[in-house]
């Protein structure tokens, strides 16, 4: 495992390209410590502070961030399209295969390289969320700060079914440009295929079904902060709830995905002619 790590490694610290979406992956979700001093001056009125809301109040916080820092994953989908991209375009692959990789070696470093940087993320954020919260919240009881930790597991499964997903992507087409647009053409047909359900049956039924769908069960993981921010303000209104919670068998739906998603890129390799 970590011969083939350090062997993908090697290859994206090579590239300045590479190197430098990296960066920018890891670096932009924390603008959410940017975020957390913005103060906002009405007119000399009365100043409004982001940090004093009580957004980042243990455990929300867990919620805010992992959100936030989630919509920046498209960088590093990037660098995932680019590794295939590269391989074919640079000959590499070819080269590798020749000199002793097999072809389950080559998909299981791409994919150990999402995991690695997966779980590097996932560790920044806790990190940072952790010290935000503990600068900003109300509570810093043990049982309050590790509760809802489990938006971290979340934000973890989410990343690497989303590279996994733009490691199959890459493989099917070979080209980074065209990979990433099969990811907004996917998001055309779910939303296509939602319609049709929900005109053929109810809409309760269709939203069940579409749960179950590549890029929106990876987004359910993650549900918007937003809505519950409002619930905390406003507690006596009803219409505002709604199940935010993360649930284990979402998890279990974004890991099928994944696994389905590295074996079908295995098999496009192993019956294409290199």
């Known amino acids: ?56 109040n243990f455990p929300i916080i867990w919620h805010i961030t992992t959100f936030f ?8 989908a990037i660098v995932v399209v680019s590794m295939i991209g590269n391989e074919y375009s640079n000959k590499t692959l070819k080269q590798n295969l020749i000199d002793g990789l097999s072809k389950k070696e080559f998909i299981l470093s791409k994919f150990y390289t999402i995991i690695f940087f997966s779980l590097v993320a996932t560790l920044l954020i806790a990190v940072a969320s952790f010290f935000i919260g503990l600068y900003y919240s109300s509570y810093t009881e043990a049982s309050i700060i590790i509760r809802e930790t489990n938006f971290l597991i979340a934000y973890f499964v989410k990343l690497v079914g989303f590279f996994s997903l733009c490691l199959f992507f890459g ?33 309760a039924f269709a939203e069940k079904i579409q749960n179950f769908f590549p890029l929106k069960s990876m987004y359910k ?26 649930h284990w068998h979402e998890i279990v739906i974004v890991l099928c995905w994944t696994a389905i998603f590295i074996f079908l890129s295995y098999r496009l390799l192993k019956k294409r002619d290199l």
Do not use: C, H
């Open 69 to 76: 820092a989630s919509q920046f994953k498209f960088f590093f």
């Open 1 to 56: 495992m970590l011969r083939l790590l350090n062997l993908e490694l090697q290859k994206l610290l090579l590239s300045r390209t590479s190197k430098i979406l990296i960066f920018v992956s890891f670096v932009l979700p924390f603008t959410v410590l940017i975020l957390s001093s913005i103060k906002i001056n009405f007119f000399g009125f009365f100043t409004l502070e982001l940090g004093e809301l009580g957004i980042f």
């Open 171 to 203: 493989m099917l087409v070979k080209r980074s440009a065209f990979a990433l647009a099969f990811l907004f053409i996917l998001y055309i047909l779910e939303w296509i295929t939602f319609g049709i359900i929900s005109w053929q049956s109810d809409m």
């Open 221 to 246: 993981l993650i549900d918007q902060p937003f809505q519950r921010v409002m619930m905390t303000k406003f507690p006596d209104k009803a219409d505002l709830m709604y199940d935010y919670t993360v």
